[in-house]
């Protein structure tokens, strides 16, 4: 099985940065790439950045220039550097591990909030 756990949230001014820690526990190889979602009040919850296992990254629109995402040891660690904040960014950050076979896991989320 596999375990997926987010750190890193907080409160910070606009123009900040913030960065958020998802760490994957269990059967790691069947990790076939690492999603950060965002759900803001009121919203639905959508897709912020993503990084499969050959490296290949993928991101909003509304993030791109802004936020990197990064992996380090396969998967075992997958980090969301969020630079330039706006108070748009503020939202629960999840983090999401897409297995072979179609499963997907997901943490229990990670508060981001951008005060203007």
């Known amino acids: 099985q596999v375990q997926v756990v987010e750190s890193g949230g907080g409160l910070v001014q606009a123009g900040g940065s913030l960065r958020l820690s998802c760490r994957a526990s269990?059967?790691?190889?069947?990790?076939?790439?690492i999603n950060w979602y965002r759900q803001a009040p009121g919203s639905e919850r959508e897709l912020v950045a993503g990084i499969t296992r050959d490296g290949s990254t993928e991101y909003a629109d509304s993030v791109k220039g802004r936020f990197t995402i990064s992996r380090v040891n396969a998967m075992n660690t997958v980090y969301l550097q969020m630079s330039s904040l706006k108070p748009e960014d503020t939202a629960v950050y999840y983090c999401n591990a897409e297995l072979r076979g179609g499963r997907a896991i997901w943490g229990q989320g990670t508060l981001v909030t951008v005060s203007s």
């Open positions: 269990g059967i790691l190889f069947t990790i076939s790439g």
